[in-house]
Structures are given as structure tokens and as C-alpha cells.
């Protein structure tokens, strides 16, 4: 079976093919193709992902490529992470929207609003050339905004396009951990849009364990999201918040701390890995052992600002080992060798949301079998939930209408409409900046 990677030369590419290192079941993946613009960052990756598969047995086939159509022909699974614009194109959505006194974060606020305009016209054109090259293929969508660009992929796959997060798996995973349970085996009642959901609660054995969880200050406030938000907040909301949500509750303070940052995370995140990329250039460089380095400081420093911002100190040891990589290799699974599970997953609504129409790309629990990905019904969300998933809706809605029409007048509106951007002057300039330093939104007129 043949994997194709978009962004195969990205930095965590090797927590994909670590996870394939240990599949060894029948119809497993046997050839994985990296893809990418850059020949040299593919060079890196390929070298690490060699120094994984020394010693194991049958371990997948790499190769590289920077020829999208040789990459995408034959594939029977197609993981789509790309970073248009690379980690200089964060770093400046974040100058330009802390400038304005806004969020620059790549998801939340101006900053994913500016990612997703000049991401989706990228995404939508490897969906046409999906359908076209490998119309058999199901694409697996990690790019961010992942809800975001997958709607904007479905228009041209419909359901064979996928997306993955692994905040509402790291999530369901604490909660579970607290409460003594295990993760594997908790129904996890979480519902919303990527990086903009709620755990409303958790089964374990048919029973929900949730309200034991917000009855108990102590119990709550030993995790991260309990740290994050504190356990007044939580119990006043009876949910748990994805961990993305502290930029909309304590959204001063995030501005705050992230304008007197050193440095934002994509500047951070740049540096960092430009140092890695550069090592890889000595031929004699151990190439495993500076990516698991770079790796380790990468997750140790995932949300600093927001977590100094709480006062909710460093991350705990069992949240560093990421976990998107597993949601994947699950997926992959469940749809190559039918083996039926549940993750939670972004996919079109259908009738999941009543406040939302079918087309919707919605983060929610999903039954996986040889068909695909089925959200499961949910409860509805709480007026305050419902009010905030719909407006930030509207405001994909209008990213998508930009990238469609190349309207500035319309991105102007994506972004004034948004909650975090409290003016529609702000959202001109916001415009005017992200267009002067970024070529990839010329098309806006």
C-alpha cells in the first residue's frame, strides 16, 4: 500500500513513519513517498527516516520526490501537511496581527485567517489534482487551519477527504488519565470545529465520569486544561475546553503575553528548525539524534505563553510524545483493513449540527470503516458554544468566498467578522500588512 506525504519534508514527518515502523499486519503500508518543494529539506527528512528504519524488518520504502503528480499517482493514501509559506509566513502572521494589538496565533484569530487565505487556493488546487491523478485515493488533511482546509479540499473530494487534529486526542486522553480510566477505552462525548470544541463528557463503561471530574476542584486542576483555565472556569462552563480555546476566554492576557514574548512561536519555531536543517547538511551528522532533540524542545514549549499566561507551569511528561501521527495511522487502518473504530475527526456535517448546513466541515466523534469517516449524532451545544462555533463558521465561510473571488473586500470582512478582531479599521490594516509581506495573497484585488 502506498503512502504519499504533502510536506514531506517537514519536521514532523518522522512521527509519521516512526508510527508505520511499528505496523506490521497484513496490508500495511509498504511504500511511502515523500513530497515537497524543497530538495534539501527532503534530503533531511529521507536521512532521519533512514536512521528509523535501520534494523527493522520489512520497514516501508521511502522515496522523494518535488513532482506533485509523480508523488500523487498510485497513492492509496495521501497526507496533506503543508505549510504554505513556511515557518517565515507564521512568524510574520504573527508580527503583523500583534502589531494591530490582535492574536496571530496560525489557527485562532487574524493569524489563521491570513494562513487559510493564502493556504486554500494551494490546498484546493492538490485536491483538483487528486481527483484527477488519484481519484481512488483518500486524502488525510493535517494542514492548518484543519477544519478550514478541509472544507475547502471536500468541495472537490467530498468525503474522501479526512482531517485530523490531535488536540481533542490529547484531550480525551487526560481527562481519561485522571479519572483512573483508559483512554482506549472511553467514549468521549466532544463536539465543535478544529481548535474550537468542548469534552461535554466521557464514558467509561456507560457510565459518564465527567461530572465527578468537575465536582472535584483538585481532581480538575491537576491536568493541563484544568491549569489552563482553572477549575472555577470549568465547572462554570461543566465542559472542558479544547486547549485553543484560552485564546478566546482570556484573549487579553494571550495578546498580552505574547507581545512580551522573546520571540512568537513562529519565530521561535523557524529559528529552531532552521538550526536542525542546517545540521543536516554535514553529511556526518547523526540525523535521528538532532531531529529527537529539536523534537523534544519543540513539544516542551507548545503553548508557553498561554500556560505562563495561567500560571499552569510546564507540560507533563505524558503530553510530549504528540499523537496525530497515531490518529492517522488509526484512520489508515480502520478504512484500508476495515477495522471498524472511533476517533474524532473533522468531516462534513451532514445533519450532525442543526445550526450548521450539510456541507460544514465540523470536528466531532466519527464511526471508520472501508467507507469512511460517519460523524456520530450529538447532543446540541450550549447557546454560549453554539454562538461562537457559528460565528467563527461564517468567518471560514468568508476565507473560502476570498480565495474563490480574490476579493479583498471580502477578506476584509473574514476578517472584521471574527471575534478576536474588534474593528473593521483593524481589519484593513490587518489586510493592507499581510498583503505587503506575504506574495502568496497578490491574488487579492
Known amino acids: 500500500m502506498?503512502?504519499?506525504i504533502l510536506g514531506g519534508g517537514g519536521f514532523r514527518v518522522p512521527l509519521v513513519y516512526g508510527a508505520l515502523l511499528g505496523d506490521h499486519a497484513e496490508g500495511r503500508v509498504t511504500h511511502v513517498v515523500l513530497h515537497d518543494l524543497d530538495a534539501g529539506r527532503l534530503s533531511a527528512v529521507t536521512r532521519v527516516l533512514a536512521e528509523q528504519a535501520a534494523g527493522v524488518p520489512d520497514a516501508p520504502e521511502v522515496s522523494a520526490t518535488t513532482d506533485l503528480d509523480e508523488a500523487l499517482t498510485g497513492a492509496d493514501f495521501i497526507f496533506s501537511a503543508i505549510r504554505v509559506g513556511g515557518l517565515e509566513g507564521r512568524a510574520n502572521d504573527e508580527r503583523v496581527a500583534l502589531a494591530e494589538g490582535v492574536l496571530g496565533q496560525e489557527t485562532v484569530g487574524a493569524g489563521g485567517i491570513a494562513y487559510g487565505l493564502r493556504t486554500v487556493p494551494v490546498a484546493e488546487d492538490i485536491a483538483r489534482?487528486?481527483?484527477?491523478?488519484?481519484?481512488?485515493?483518500?486524502?488525510?488533511?493535517?494542514?492548518?487551519?484543519?477544519?478550514?482546509?478541509?472544507?475547502?479540499?471536500?468541495?472537490?473530494?467530498?468525503?474522501?477527504?479526512?482531517?485530523?487534529?490531535?488536540?481533542?486526542?490529547g484531550l480525551g486522553r487526560r481527562i481519561a488519565r485522571v479519572l483512573g480510566a483508559n483512554p482506549g477505552e472511553a467514549w468521549i462525548d466532544y463536539v465543535g470545529l478544529n481548535h474550537l470544541g468542548w469534552v461535554r463528557g466521557l464514558r467509561i463503561n456507560g457510565r459518564d465520569e465527567l461530572p465527578r471530574l468537575l465536582a472535584d476542584p483538585d481532581l480538575l486542576g491537576s491536568f493541563e486544561e484544568g491549569k489552563l483555565f482553572g477549575t472555577d472556569w470549568l465547572q462554570s462552563l461543566g465542559a472542558v475546553p479544547n486547549e485553543y480555546l484560552h485564546y478566546y476566554y482570556f484573549n487579553r492576557e494571550a495578546v498580552r503575553a505574547y507581545s512580551a514574548a522573546e520571540k512568537t512561536r513562529g519565530a521561535f519555531l523557524r529559528d529552531q528548525q532552521a538550526g536542525f536543517y542546517d545540521e543536516m547538511k554535514k553529511p556526518d551528522a547523526a540525523a535521528l539524534t538532532a531531529w529527537d532533540r529539536t523534537r523534544a524542545e519543540r513539544e516542551a514549549t507548545y503553548m508557553a505563553e498561554a500556560r505562563e499566561t495561567a500560571g499552569a507551569g510546564e507540560r507533563d511528561a505524558d503530553d510530549l510524545s504528540g499523537g496525530y501521527e497515531k490518529v492517522a495511522l488509526a484512520l489508515m487502518r480502520a478504512i484500508a483493513r476495515d477495522e471498524r473504530t472511533t476517533l474524532?475527526?473533522?468531516?462534513?456535517?451532514?445533519?450532525?449540527?442543526s445550526v450548521l448546513d450539510?456541507?460544514?466541515?465540523?470536528?466531532?466523534?466519527?464511526?471508520?470503516?472501508?467507507?469512511?469517516?460517519?460523524?456520530?449524532t450529538v447532543d446540541p451545544l450550549p447557546d454560549h458554544a453554539s454562538g461562537l462555533v457559528c460565528s467563527v463558521k461564517a468567518v471560514?465561510?468568508?476565507v473560502l468566498a476570498a480565495a474563490a473571488s480574490g476579493s479583498r473586500a471580502t477578506a476584509v470582512k473574514a476578517f472584521a467578522l471574527h471575534p478576536l478582531v474588534d474593528s473593521v479599521n483593524v481589519a484593513r490594516r490587518l489586510v493592507d500588512g499581510y498583503t505587503a509581506v506575504h506574495p502568496g495573497l497578490a491574488y487579492l484585488k
Open 129 to 169: 489534482r487528486v481527483a484527477r491523478v488519484a481519484p481512488d485515493a483518500w486524502v488525510i488533511n493535517f494542514t492548518n487551519p484543519a477544519g478550514l482546509v478541509t472544507e475547502a479540499m471536500s468541495r472537490h473530494l467530498g468525503d474522501r477527504v479526512i482531517g485530523i487534529c490531535d488536540s481533542p486526542v
Open 2 to 4: 502506498k503512502l504519499t
Open 396 to 398: 471560514e465561510r468568508e
Open 358 to 376: 450539510a456541507e460544514a466541515v465540523i470536528e466531532v466523534p466519527c464511526l471508520v470503516d472501508a467507507n469512511g469517516a460517519h460523524p456520530v
Open 344 to 353: 474524532i475527526l473533522n468531516v462534513r456535517n451532514r445533519r450532525t449540527l
